[in-house]
């Protein structure tokens, strides 16, 4: 079957009184795999049952292969969903659950045989389809589920956090299956999940979502390296967010933060200098080295972090190096992440972890630099 668009067209829902989805516009391009990504109660799972045709009808547009289908039923609009549950009927055998669908739209059984065979294969199961669900482990069982709804062939796959009740490492295994599934069949794939990891490892774009509305839509890199806002920022990844105002500078323009920490930016334009800003960077984006001794000279110096004081700099407000005291440290394996205090401030700066390395202490006095080129200004 040839891949469809799906396209949301001012899209709003409410249960009672509280409107869910608030005026949802997007465009998913035929056999793209798309996520939607936000926290719980943001509306994704919300977004993703109003295509399905659950729920109370919605207002506005929603088109499948350029045909609007947000008044007709869920058995009306040839997609199909995989929820969170699987809901995979345990009196039945694995091959029997697969079939389900096709016996209900009164296939022939020779043809309903050779649908099931090749499903199970698809997914890695032809063995077991006389076995029953309770015979099988999670992800096993999260393959069946995946079976019976690409069994009927349909225009989109839709899927409600499938691998949130597998464990971490199986979790992993799957989303790869899932994604290789995916581009075998060239099926336009719409994917729930709160977990951002699933989410980049997955998608081609992503829409975050937050309180019913759609914050960003974009590939997984761009919107972690270039969020819109501060929702964004925060919630892919770990990221330090700064209130304060642009000024000119020395070289360009200058972010400096209402506790006055001066940080130089690479991207803000002229124009916007004097303005009040907000900017984002993230952690592995600091360079970080021990303090100057009492000589003034800074012992083990790490690339890239050079003294550059600007006229009337005081101590901790050194344009492009920033001084601060380490206040606590983190072991997460590849990296060692420090909370370091400068200026009133409460950066997170990370540093790549190889074995043998020596590392700060708390109370350590720092001094770092935040890269120029990747600090954004949010809008």
């Known amino acids: 079957m040839e891949a469809v668009a799906v396209e949301i ?16 516009n997007l465009a998913i391009a035929p056999g793209e795999f798309f996520a939607f990504l936000g926290p719980s109660g943001s509306g994704k799972s919300t977004l993703l049952r109003a295509i399905a045709g659950f729920g109370p009808k919605p207002r506005g547009r929603i088109l499948i292969g350029g045909e609007d289908v947000a008044g007709l039923p869920p058995w009306q609009r040839d997609v199909g969903m995989v929820f969170q549950s699987y809901a995979l009927w345990p009196h039945m055998t694995v091959a029997q659950n697969v079939a389900f669908g096709l016996e209900e739209r009164r296939l022939p059984r020779a043809e309903i045989r050779a649908r099931v065979e090749e499903a199970l294969a698809l997914v890695g199961l032809e063995a077991y389809g006389g076995r029953r669900p309770s015979q099988l482990s999670g992800g096993q069982q999260q393959r069946v589920a995946l079976a019976r709804t690409i069994v009927v062939r349909p225009r989109v796959l839709l899927l ?3 691998l949130s009740n597998l464990d971490a490492n199986l979790r992993i295994q799957m989303r790869r299956e ?17 977990d951002q990891e699933e989410a980049n490892t997955t998608s081609d774009r992503m829409a975050v979502l937050n309180d019913g509305v759609i914050q ?3 590939p997984p890199m761009e919107l972690y390296d ?8 925060g919630f892919l990844g770990t990221a330090n967010i700064l209130e304060g105002s642009l000024e000119p500078g020395p070289e360009g323009v200058v972010f400096v933060s209402e ?6 930016l690479a991207n803000a334009g002229a124009e916007r200098a004097a303005s009040r800003a907000r900017i984002v960077f993230r952690p592995q984006n600091v360079a970080i080295a021990p303090a100057a001794g009492p000589d003034g000279q800074a012992p083990g110096t790490q690339e890239g972090i050079h003294e550059r004081p600007h006229e009337g700099a005081r101590e901790g407000a050194v344009e492009g190096t920033l001084e601060g005291v380490v206040r606590e440290r983190e072991f997460l394996g590849h990296i060692v ?3 370091v205090e400068a200026l009133g401030h409460t950066l997170l700066i990370d540093q790549t972890h190889r074995q043998g390395d020596s590392h700060f202490e708390a109370g350590a006095r720092v001094r770092f630099r935040i890269d120029p080129a990747r600090v954004t200004v949010l809008h």
């Open 337 to 339: 992440r420090y909370t």
């Open 226 to 233: 270039r969020p819109a806002n501060a929702f964004v920022a």
């Open 216 to 218: 960003q839509v974009g």
């Open 259 to 264: 506790k006055g920490l001066r940080i130089p």
């Open 160 to 162: 409600d956090e499938p």
């Open 9 to 24: 067209e001012n899209l709003s829902l409410s249960f009672g009184e509280t409107e869910v989805l608030k005026g949802v």
């Open 178 to 194: 899932l994604l290789a599934l995916q581009r075998k069949l060239k099926l336009t794939t719409i994917f729930v999940t709160h």
